[in-house]
């Protein structure tokens, strides 16, 4: 199965950026920032896609992003995001996904943004719990 974990991260902190890091170091992949790397490099089976709100929205870079990802490149997105309390980024990406035609799955990772450190192994369980559930139903 062909894993990819990208995310948008923009303070200073990097919060968004550790949990992705955390993901992909349980998945055995590297976490690619989308700034680094505007566009995926070969198709994947599973898209691990995170980023946070600023003032109520998401970065217009992973907008960009999320809009340009196309059904054929991509089987199916699992969200995650980090923020001060707004869910907000992850509805939106699954909507804009889901008119895509890219599958979404339902269930996402949250992290509040000072509880980073805490939610490294919960990060990293959740992705491979994801994997293995995402492989079964292949
Ligand atoms: C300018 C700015 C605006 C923010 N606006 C919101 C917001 O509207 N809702 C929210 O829940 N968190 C908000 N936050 C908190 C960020 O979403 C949170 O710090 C997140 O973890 C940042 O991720 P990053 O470090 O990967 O960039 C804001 C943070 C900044 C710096």
């Given amino acids: 199965m062909n894993i990819a974990v990208r995310y948008c991260s923009k303070t200073k902190f990097g919060n968004t950026?550790?949990?992705a890091e955390a993901m992909a170091d349980a998945l055995g992949v590297k976490a690619v920032?989308?700034?680094?790397?505007?566009?995926?490099?070969?198709?994947?089976d599973v898209l691990f896609l995170g980023g946070a709100p600023y003032a109520n929205i998401m970065a217009p870079?992973?907008?960009?992003?999320?809009?340009?990802?196309?059904?054929d490149m991509v089987d199916k997105v699992v969200l995650f995001?980090?923020?001060n309390w707004s869910r907000r980024?992850?509805?939106?990406?699954k909507k804009i996904l889901r008119e895509r035609n890219i599958e979404v799955e339902d269930e996402f990772f949250y992290a509040h943004m000072l509880n980073?450190?805490?939610?490294?192994?919960?990060?990293k369980e959740f992705?491979?719990?994801k994997k293995k559930e995402i492989s079964v139903n292949i």
């Fill in 127 to 129: 992705a491979l719990r």
């Fill in 33 to 44: 920032s989308i700034m680094d790397e505007p566009k995926l490099p070969e198709k994947v």
């Fill in 81 to 83: 995001t980090t923020s």
């Fill in 89 to 93: 980024t992850v509805l939106a990406l």
């Fill in 17 to 19: 950026m550790r949990i």
């Fill in 61 to 71: 870079e992973l907008r960009e992003y999320a809009e340009s990802l196309t059904s």
């Fill in 116 to 123: 980073i450190e805490n939610n490294i192994n919960p990060a």
